[in-house]
């Protein structure tokens, strides 16, 4: 008899039966499929071998030096992202190639520049290899694996418990709630960090005019200055000079007041809600800039459409 000739009554239902554990398992795709989603993974492995080629400077063809510090770095791909360097590396008819080029710069902030030449991204700490190896893994095993489905990892996150926080019928009925406090920022002691070398990147993005860089140190300037700034109380006004600090570099640093940094220190301003010392910092500031005053203004208006 021919195997299509077979009666379906007779044929192993183990064939067409999936059993229910791995049906279940299969079919989370469907409700958690971003959970298991490759893009982001590739994408950092691509990002962190770019990482290790910058600063391993191998197949290097260029090299930059900033403050005694030698970049050695590649033609490909710095001068095709920024005509600044394309122009200062191109070699003039008939003389030799013009390898290195030395910069006054700030090799601290010059690197984190070249770190988004190379990656698209900066960051404020360098990479472990701990993360390098564990990416590498989580690569194999989902390649290893089924599309879309969850791996040993993903189960393991699953399987932790969440454990209730309970407080006894006692506590409920005779303390009362805590009072409702937002931090304070006492004192300049943990140094804004983020803040400043988003400024400095950001103006160094715009000294060699590096768009896609000078947004994105924008954003993370605005963010950290407003979870530093805005979303804190301050209570101690010599703390709050630091505002001041980055509002006379960023005015000297271009002389220019339409900048990414200035609007976003002008919504800042505007974002300050309470009367503490920090308010106090950026309403006396506000009043000896008449550019301040101007574009909170501005900003104002456009907000309100």
Not at 57 to 80: L, N, P, Q
Not at 136 to 161: F, M, S
């Amino acid at each position: 008899m021919a195997q299509e000739d077979i009666p379906m009554s007779k044929m192993d239902p183990e064939l067409f039966h999936t059993p229910k554990t791995q049906f279940s398992d299969h079919s989370k795709e469907m409700d958690t499929e971003e959970r298991y989603t490759v893009d982001e993974l590739c994408a950092s492995s691509v990002r962190a071998s770019s990482y290790k080629l910058l600063f391993d400077g191998a197949y290097s063809d260029i090299s930059i030096v900033c403050g005694g510090r030698e970049f050695k770095v590649h033609r490909a791909i710095v001068c095709t992202q920024c005509e600044w360097f394309a122009e200062a590396f191109t070699t003039p008819p008939k003389k030799r190639t013009f390898r290195c080029l030395t910069l006054d710069e700030d090799p601290e902030v010059f690197q984190h520049l070249l770190e988004f030449l190379y990656t698209g991204t900066y960051t404020t700490q360098k990479p472990m290899t701990s993360h390098e190896a564990e990416r590498a893994k989580e690569i194999q095993d989902r390649l290893g694996g089924y599309p879309r489905c969850p791996i040993e990892k993903d189960i393991a996150k699953d399987n932790v418990p969440e454990r209730p926080v309970r407080r006894s019928n006692r506590l409920l009925s005779t303390t009362p709630a805590p009072a409702q406090t937002q931090p304070t920022a006492k004192s300049p002691s943990d140094s804004p960090h983020e803040i400043i070398l988003a400024m400095n990147l950001c103006i160094m993005a715009h000294k060699y005019n590096i768009p896609a860089l000078q947004l994105l140190c924008q954003d993370r300037f605005y963010t950290a200055a407003r979870n530093r700034w805005v979303n804190r109380t301050w209570t101690d006004w010599e703390a709050t000079q630091e505002f001041e600090d980055v509002v006379l570099d960023v005015f000297s640093s271009t002389q220019e007041v339409d900048t990414p940094l200035w609007r976003a220190l002008c919504k800042l301003i505007c974002m300050k809600k309470d009367g503490d010392r920090m308010k106090e910092r950026m309403m006396a500031v506000k009043g000896e800039h008449a550019y301040l005053v101007e574009g909170v203004s501005k900003y104002m208006l456009e907000a309100r459409g």
